[in-house]
């Protein structure tokens, strides 16, 4: 069974305008930490956001926040203000238990269009 | 900022022969791994190392890999036979214990 589903393959969005990219996740860990990585057409992963399964706030991190539903088991990642350098590949990934050894699982990716 | 580096950032090599990827992760992490991603695919998780020993490992890091950190900076995978299939880009990550950063990877073809 998938740990991590992204449902959407591609997305566009305006620039300047927010977007909302997908992201659930299936676990049984109380313990849990949600990323989210940019994959640019160079091919590096870029972290950007995380959130904490017993973080009471959702994350946020400059232009980037993570829309956390506990209940719902979704990580959504809510990108404001679209740039045109926004478009890449975006990865959500799970990691069960915080302890450092444990690795990410990642989803397949939306990729994200930003149009002029 | 401190960043993770991978050298080289290509590799062709020939079925069969042995190729050695290099990570050198952020200086004060804990916590390293190698991650491969074929061609339009997913990210997926090989190895994890820490206080010098493999932690845990996937069903892909097979006899034909090994991982080395031979100095207090250095982190290697190597693969001993390459098949065709073990053509991907591979990347290094570090982590100080939550977050992991990765390395701008190394895109290894095999022919």
């Known amino acids: 069974a998938q740990k991590i589903t992204q449902t959407q393959p591609g997305m566009f969005v305006q620039e300047k305008e927010a977007v909302t990219l997908d992201c659930t996740y299936d676990?049984?860990?109380?313990?849990?930490?949600l990323f989210w990585y940019k994959q640019p057409s160079s091919g590096e992963m870029i972290f950007l956001i995380y959130?904490?399964?017993?973080?009471?706030q959702n994350a946020t991190e400059g232009r980037y926040s993570l829309n956390f539903q506990k209940a719902r088991k979704s990580a959504n990642l809510v990108i404001s203000a679209s740039q045109l350098g926004d478009s890449a590949m975006y990865f959500c990934?799970?990691?069960?238990?915080?302890?450092?050894?444990?690795?990410?699982?990642f989803g397949k990716g939306t990729r994200l269009s930003v149009i002029a | 900022e401190p960043e993770v580096t991978q050298t080289p950032s290509h590799q062709v090599t020939q079925m069969g022969q042995e190729v050695i990827l290099r990570c050198v992760p952020i200086?004060?992490?804990?916590?390293f791994y190698w991650y491969r991603q074929i061609l339009g695919q997913k990210v997926e998780f090989l190895v994890s190392?820490?206080?010098?020993?493999?932690?845990?490992k996937s069903e892909i890091f097979d006899d034909q890999f090994s991982v080395e950190r031979p100095d207090g900076s250095n982190f290697t995978l190597k693969i001993r036979s390459t098949k065709l299939e073990d053509s991907a880009m591979y990347f290094c990550a570090s982590s100080p214990g939550l977050e992991q950063y990765f390395g701008p990877g190394t895109r290894l073809t095999v022919t």
């Open positions: 990934a799970m990691r069960e238990g915080l302890s450092g050894n444990t690795p990410l699982v």
């Open positions: 959130q904490g399964s017993y973080d009471e």
């Open positions: 190392f820490y206080n010098n020993e493999i932690s845990e």
């Open positions: 676990t049984s860990d109380q313990s849990y930490g």
């Open positions: 200086s004060n992490h804990l916590y």
